[in-house]
């Protein structure tokens, strides 16, 4: 699925091991490990607002992608994440204004 369009969006991941964000409606937080090219996310947290549509589909795809361990490739500023069942896939990019994804 695209991203929703005119949906500002955030994920930072932090060199101390914690992801936070928002991926279209509710803020998100919690904990990530790395090793070669897999990320195992902990459980995460996130505000509970009821969000419909594009942006609620947008918000549940990923946070599902970032649940146990997924596969990740870095290519550049481009960060894709494939699902642990490999049913889904995030593509991220480097933003600017940030120093990490």
């Not at 101390?16 to 998100?28: A, E, L, Q, S, T």
């Not at 902990?42 to 942006?55: A, I, N, R």
């Not at 599902?64 to 490999?86: H, K, P, Q």
């Amino acid at each position: 699925m695209p991203a929703a369009p005119d949906v500002d969006t955030s994920i930072v991941f932090g060199g101390d091991g914690k992801v936070n964000g928002n991926v279209g409606c509710n803020g998100f937080g919690g904990d990530y490990t790395l090793e070669g090219n897999n990320i195992t996310f902990g459980q995460l947290v996130s505000t509970l607002m009821f969000c419909e549509g594009p942006v609620g589909d947008q918000e549940t795809t990923t946070l599902n992608v970032f649940t146990g361990t997924a596969t990740f490739v870095l290519d550049g500023d481009t960060l894709t994440i494939t699902s642990e069942d490999g049913s889904a896939v995030v593509v991220l990019a480097r933003k600017s204004s940030y120093p990490s994804y």
